[in-house]
């Protein structure tokens, strides 16, 4: 089998066979100009993740939010949460949106009661922001200790 379309070796001895192909060095020079002219194609958005939470403690019927993060150009979120520690009975978790990072509505809720991972998708988002909001539960002395990502695209 050949190593290549232009010729009937069986094997390629590298840099230098290569550029024998080329008849002179303003040939080479020639199709690295034309190279370095085109253009790469790119997407209109660049999908982003973004650690909102690392190591995360949560106590006895603590509530908090993480920081808005824009997501402008996507239309789609997903959610991953990494449950390390529980000693609560559960942990709820809200997927907020909003358009000014002020006022906050609810998309998507779920609620882990074991350690481990859990993730979620929400798609068809008209806004500028989401944050997640967490919701410790009342079991005296409990705690829960997380980290989460939100990673945004357009769908």
Known sequence: MACCDTCEKQACGGAAE???????????????????????????????????????????NEVTASKAVSIEGSNAVRVDILVANLTLSSISFRVQVSNDAVCWLDAAQFRKTTIGYATTKVRGIGFRFVRLFYEASDTAGGEGVLAASLHHWRN
């Open 18 to 60: 290569t550029a024998s192909l080329l008849a002179t060095d303003e040939d080479a020079v020639g199709l690295l100009a034309i190279a370095a002219d085109l253009e790469a194609p790119t997407p209109a958005f660049v999908p982003g993740t973004v650690r909102v939470a690392a190591d995360l403690g949560l106590g006895e």
